[in-house]
C-alpha cells in the first residue's frame, strides 16, 4: 500500500524565510531581489528606487533607453512617435498622481509642463542623453515600461492615435489643370497638389509623337494602366504616403512582387477584363501578406475587402487626371532609384524597364482619357468597375446573411440537445 508522505508547509516556510537576508534598504522585509549592477539586496520596486539606491537605478534606466533609442531608425517618424509617447506619459502621470502625497522634488518636477521641458529640443537632432535628462523620474519609469510594451506592436504603436494615411486621390478638391487658364490659375493647381501630396503631371511626349504614329493604343493597355494605378495606390498605402521613406530597396522589392506581371515582366499581360487585374493584384498582396507572420491571419474577409478597396482606388484614379498623377509618381519614383549606386546591373535593368514601361504608360494613359468623349473607353471600364464593387459586396452581404443564419441554427440545435438531455 502506497504511503503518503504529509510536508509541513509551513516548517519549510520559515527556513527559507529565514535563509534570506533582510532588504539592505528599508531593513524591515526579507530581500526578493539582487541589483543586477550593484548586487544590492532589496524586496521591492519601492525600495530599488530609493534615493540611497538612485545612482544606480538612473545610470540602469538611462542606459537602457539610449541603447533602444539608438537601436530605432532615427526618422522623422519614429521621432514624432517618441514624443507622443512623452506627452502620453505626461498626461497619465497627472491623473495618477492627484491627492498622492510626493517628495518636494518630484511635486516639482510634476508641476513642469512636458512641452516646455523639450521646448528647447529640436526632437529631430536631439541627443538621447539630452532628452532622457527632461524627464522626471516617474516618466523615466514609464517610459520604460512602454519600450518594453512595444514589444507587442500591433496593441503598442495603435494605442498612440497615430493620424491615419489619407491618400490624396481621395482628398475632395479639384486637381485638374484646365489647358488655356493664365499663369496664377495653374500656380492655384500646382499649390492644391503639393498640399493634398498628389504628385504633379509628368511632362511627357503626346503618344502619337512617341510611338510615331496616329494608331491608338491597344485595348491590352486599358488593363495594365488601371493594374499599374492600383499597384501605386497599395505601395502608397503600404508607405504611409512616402515612397522614398525608409528602405527604397525593400519598396522595390514590393512593387516588383505586386508588378510581377506588367512591370517587370517582359511576356504579354495575362488580362482580358477589369476582373483579372484586380484578381492578380489581390492575390499579390495578399502573397506578401504571408510573409509577414503578424499579418499571416486567417481572415475570409481579407479578400473581398482589398477587392472593394483596389476597385474604389482605381474609381477614384479614372477622374480627371488623376490617374496620369498616379503613374507619374511612380515613374518618378522608379527614376530615383536608377541611381542607388548599390543596386547590381541586373537589378538596374530591371528597373530600367519598368521606368519605360511606366513613361509609355502615362503618354497611353493621356491619349486615351482625352479622346473619351469620343471613344466613351475610360467611361465604360468605369461602370465596370462600379458594377465589380457592387457585386462583390452584395456578395459579402449575402454570405454574412448566411453564416449568420448557420451560427443561429447550430446554438439553437446545441440548445434543444441541452434540453433534451435534461428531460431524460
Not at 46 to 54: E, I, N, P, S, W
Not at 104 to 123: F, T, Y
Not at 204 to 209: C, D, L, N, T
Amino acid at each position: 500500500m502506497p504511503i503518503l508522505n504529509i510536508l509541513n508547509d509551513k516548517d519549510d516556510e520559515t527556513t527559507i524565510t529565514e535563509s534570506r537576508p533582510p532588504c539592505q534598504i528599508c531593513q524591515k522585509q526579507f530581500s526578493q531581489y539582487v541589483c543586477p549592477r550593484c548586487n544590492l539586496k532589496y524586496c521591492s520596486l519601492g525600495c530599488y528606487k530609493d534615493l540611497g539606491h538612485a545612482d544606480c537605478t538612473e545610470s540602469f534606466y538611462r542606459d537602457s533607453v539610449t541603447a533602444e533609442i539608438q537601436s530605432r531608425n532615427d526618422t522623422e517618424q519614429s521621432k514624432q512617435k517618441m514624443l507622443q509617447l512623452l506627452q502620453r506619459f505626461e498626461e497619465e502621470n497627472k491623473n495618477s498622481l492627484d491627492g498622492e502625497d510626493e517628495d518636494d522634488e518630484d511635486e516639482d518636477e510634476d508641476k513642469d509642463d512636458l512641452a516646455q521641458r523639450l521646448g528647447d529640443l529640436n526632437i529631430e537632432t536631439a541627443d538621447a542623453g539630452q532628452l532622457w535628462n527632461k524627464l522626471s523620474s516617474q516618466e523615466r519609469d514609464d517610459f520604460e515600461m512602454m519600450l518594453k510594451q512595444l514589444e507587442n506592436e500591433d496593441t503598442a504603436w495603435s494605442s498612440l492615435e497615430l493620424r491615419p494615411y489619407e491618400p490624396w486621390w481621395e482628398i475632395n478638391q479639384s486637381l485638374v489643370q484646365e489647358i488655356g487658364q493664365d499663369n496664377v490659375a495653374q500656380e492655384n493647381t500646382s499649390t492644391k497638389s503639393k498640399q493634398s501630396g498628389a504628385p504633379e503631371v509628368p511632362k511627357v511626349p503626346s503618344y502619337s509623337r512617341l510611338i510615331g504614329s496616329d494608331k491608338a493604343p491597344n485595348p491590352a493597355v486599358m488593363w495594365t494602366m488601371l493594374h499599374t494605378g492600383m499597384t501605386y495606390c497599395y505601395l502608397m498605402r503600404h508607405c504611409m504616403g512616402d515612397l522614398n521613406d525608409g528602405n527604397v530597396l525593400d519598396t522595390l522589392d514590393t512593387l516588383e512582387h505586386l508588378s510581377r506581371s506588367v512591370l517587370f515582366s517582359t511576356d504579354p499581360p495575362p488580362f482580358s477584363r477589369e476582373m483579372d487585374v484586380v484578381v492578380d493584384l489581390v492575390e499579390q498582396i495578399l502573397s506578401l501578406d504571408s510573409r509577414d507572420s503578424k499579418k499571416n491571419k486567417k481572415d475570409p474577409k481579407r479578400r473581398s475587402q482589398l477587392m472593394v478597396l483596389c476597385l474604389s482606388d482605381g474609381l477614384r484614379l479614372l477622374e480627371a487626371n488623376h490617374m496620369v498623377r498616379a503613374l507619374g509618381g511612380l515613374w518618378q519614383f522608379l527614376k530615383d532609384l536608377s541611381s542607388i549606386k548599390s543596386m547590381d546591373k541586373i537589378q538596374k535593368r530591371r528597373v530600367a524597364l519598368a521606368v519605360r514601361k511606366v513613361y509609355f504608360h502615362i503618354a497611353a494613359t493621356d491619349y486615351i482619357i482625352t479622346r473619351d468623349s469620343q471613344s466613351g473607353r475610360i467611361t465604360l471600364l468605369k461602370q465596370a468597375l462600379l458594377t465589380a464593387q457592387e457585386k462583390i459586396r452584395s456578395d459579402d452581404r449575402a454570405f454574412e446573411r448566411e453564416y449568420s443564419a448557420a451560427i443561429a441554427a447550430r446554438q439553437h440545435s446545441t440548445a434543444t440537445k441541452q434540453v433534451k438531455i435534461i428531460e431524460l
